[in-house]
Every structure is written in C-alpha cells, then in structure tokens.
C-alpha cells in the first residue's frame, strides 16, 4: 500500500512528508545537528545531513518491515553514485524491535564506501554521553563524536529509542505545511 505524503512544517523548515518531520523532531531529541535538503549532489538529493565528527548523509523512507530495505536498490544505488565519500543512513518508518549488533533495536541501514551496507543499532556513548549508532558488522565507532574503544564505549540501550521516536512523532502530528 502507497501512503501519499503529508506536508509537514517542522521547526520553521517545511517537510515534504510528517516522517522527513518525524526524524528532525528525532534528531533534535537526540541532540544531533542537522540540516534538510542541504546538498545537491549526482542526480541525488539526501534528505539530510547530520553534522557529527564528521557528516553523515540521511535517507528516510517509509519502509515498515526489515524485508522492505530488500526493495530499496534504487537507493541505495543513487547513494553509492552520488559522489559523497563518507557514510549515509536509510531510516524507515519506525524502530525494528529485533536483535541488531551489539545493540537491541535496529535503527536503519548503513552505508560506508569502504565497507558497503549493514544494519546499524543505536547505542548511548559511555564516553561522550551522546545518542550515536554503529554498524553491526563493521565500525562501532561513536558517530556523533568519534569515540572508539572497540566496545567499550557501547552502553546498550532499552527503550530510550522507540520512546524518543514516539515523543518525536507526538511533537509533529497535527503540523500541516504552511
């Protein structure tokens, strides 16, 4: 079933659809920078970029099963040829609650051109005390600042996560575009 878009405005910037304005709501909870639409690269336009250590290109989607990430070719294709050498993230329409890496929940999929896609958890940095993510195969480097200490920056989460993500949700609901 393909649910049309609603037009959402989100701390003054207006959404194409309420999960683009979903998951600024979320960066802002997470206290991660960001900004939308930002970079006009090769015939790809990444819904955000997220300013961290070093910046992280975002992609959402409204894929609502792990399965769905399957259908995402295209893409993850316009991502990989987009010119951008650092990571990117696909995000869906929610939070999987499935064992991911190391952590409990998996957040998306992320891309490095060093070691292509993987799944990728949240986790709460012990070091930094920041919200960040890993990939579940490769780098469990904190994104958000750089932390690294194999795992042992890693402090695994409950349900600090889906619990931001419904908080996100509740602060966009009624917000049509302007």
Same mark, same amino acid.
């Given at each position: 079933?393909?649910?049309?878009?609603?037009?959402?405005?989100?701390?003054?910037?207006?959404? +194409?659809? /309420?999960?683009?304005?979903?998951?600024?709501?979320?960066?802002?909870? @997470?206290?991660?920078?960001? *900004?939308?639409?930002? $970079?006009?690269?090769?015939?790809?336009?990444?819904?955000?970029? @997220?300013?961290?250590?070093?910046?992280? @290109?975002? *992609?959402?989607?409204?894929? #609502?099963?792990? *399965? &769905?990430?399957a259908e995402?070719?295209? $893409?993850?294709?316009?991502?990989? %040829?987009?010119?951008? &050498?650092? $990571?990117?993230?696909?995000?869906?329409s929610r939070?999987?609650?499935?064992?991911?890496?190391?952590?409990?929940?998996?957040?998306?999929?992320?891309?490095?051109?060093?070691?292509?896609?993987?799944?990728?958890?949240?986790? /709460?940095?012990?070091?930094?005390? #920041?919200? #960040?993510?890993?990939?579940? #195969?490769?780098?469990?480097?904190?994104?958000?600042?750089?932390?690294? $200490?194999?795992?042992?920056?890693?402090?695994?989460?409950?349900?600090?996560?889906?619990?931001?993500? +419904?908080?996100?949700?509740?602060?966009? %609901?009624?917000?049509?575009?302007?």
């Amino acid at each position: 079933m393909n649910v049309p878009a609603i037009p959402t405005t989100y701390a003054g910037v207006n959404f +194409r659809s /309420r999960l683009e304005a979903k998951w600024a709501a979320m960066f802002d909870l @997470l206290g991660w920078r960001w *900004e939308y639409e930002p $970079e006009d690269l090769h015939m790809y336009i990444p819904d955000f970029v @997220l300013y961290f250590d070093r910046p992280l @290109l975002v *992609e959402v989607k409204p894929v #609502s099963s792990v *399965e &769905d990430f399957a259908e995402m070719a295209p $893409e993850r294709a316009k991502i990989q %040829q987009s010119g951008w &050498d650092g $990571e990117a993230i696909i995000v869906g329409s929610r939070i999987w609650d499935r064992p991911c890496g190391d952590g409990f929940y998996q957040l998306g999929w992320i891309w490095s051109p060093r070691d292509g896609w993987d799944d990728a958890f949240p986790f /709460r940095c012990i070091d930094c005390g #920041s919200y #960040s993510f890993a990939s579940a #195969s490769y780098s469990w480097q904190c994104r958000v600042k750089g932390c690294y $200490e194999g795992n042992g920056h890693i402090d695994r989460l409950t349900d600090d996560f889906q619990s931001l993500f +419904r908080q996100a949700g509740n602060m966009v %609901q009624w917000r049509p575009a302007a």
